[in-house]
């Protein structure tokens, strides 16, 4: 039951670097999620998709993209790593509706 | 704006003492509120969640919480620490189904 699976868990990066976060579902869920966890800040929410083939920006959308490659995948990229970037990193699905999210373990990301 | 706000960044208590994490949301926030726990270095959890049903709503590891309209309130409140609780935890909630939006956290430390 592996639920939502974020690949990798660690992650060091140079400044400009690029790197793409795997994200996997399989509870067959329409509306993938992308957010990064910093310190006093909660999490924000980079992009979503509700469904596939559709993808959306949240609050902190910029030197971030994403694919939604299909219901179970859905892939956040950094083109040009800042250290800014460095963060935690979660992808997290639902149903969609009222209904809650559920989470992968995460990714530590370090720029530096 | 739609927010949620949690009073408090980090509540200490002692063990067996009452566990009170306070969440306020505004007005205009649609009426899915959830808690959400977040253990060291992992995802986050679900606790419990109020969708617009019994305003008192009970949650996992002896959790609840308490939807007050009338002070845009849904605090959350545990009878007796217990040394497994100590975790950050989050108020959240949905957007419209959209999305999610977080509370900034609040840590909870249980002292022996």
């Known amino acids: 039951n592996a639920g939502v699976t974020q690949t990798p868990k660690f992650q060091v990066l140079k400044t400009g670097q690029s790197m793409t976060l795997q994200c996997a579902q399989d509870?067959?869920?329409?509306?993938m999620y992308w957010y990064r966890q910093d310190p006093g800040m909660g999490l924000r929410l980079i992009y979503y998709?509700?469904?596939?083939?559709?993808?959306d920006k949240g609050e902190v959308p910029n030197g971030y993209n994403v694919s939604r490659l299909n219901k179970r995948e859905f892939s956040l990229r950094l083109e040009s790593a800042a250290p800014s970037q460095t963060s935690v990193y979660f992808c997290?699905?639902?149903?969609?509706?009222?209904?809650?999210?559920?989470f992968g373990q995460g990714t530590r990301l370090t720029v530096v | 704006a739609q927010s949620v706000t949690q009073l408090g960044s980090h509540v200490s208590v002692s063990e067996g003492a009452l566990v009170l994490l306070r969440c306020n949301y505004s007005?205009?926030?649609?009426?899915?509120l959830f808690w959400y726990v977040q253990y060291p270095n992992q995802g986050l959890q679900l606790l419990l969640k109020?969708?617009?049903?019994?305003?008192l709503v009970k949650g996992i590891n002896g959790f609840e919480a308490e939807f007050k309209k009338s002070e845009t309130s849904f605090h959350l409140t545990k009878p007796s620490a217990h040394m497994s609780d100590a975790a950050e935890y989050f108020c959240?909630?949905?957007?419209?189904?959209?999305?999610?939006?977080f509370g900034p956290g609040t840590r909870l430390s249980v002292l022996p």
């Open positions: 959240a909630y949905d957007n419209y189904g959209q999305n999610f939006v």
């Open positions: 998709s509700a469904s596939e083939g559709t993808t």
């Open positions: 509870m067959n869920h329409n509306s």
């Open positions: 109020y969708t617009s049903a019994a305003t």
């Open positions: 997290a699905s639902s149903e969609g509706g009222a209904v809650e999210a559920f």
């Open positions: 007005s205009s926030v649609p009426p899915y």
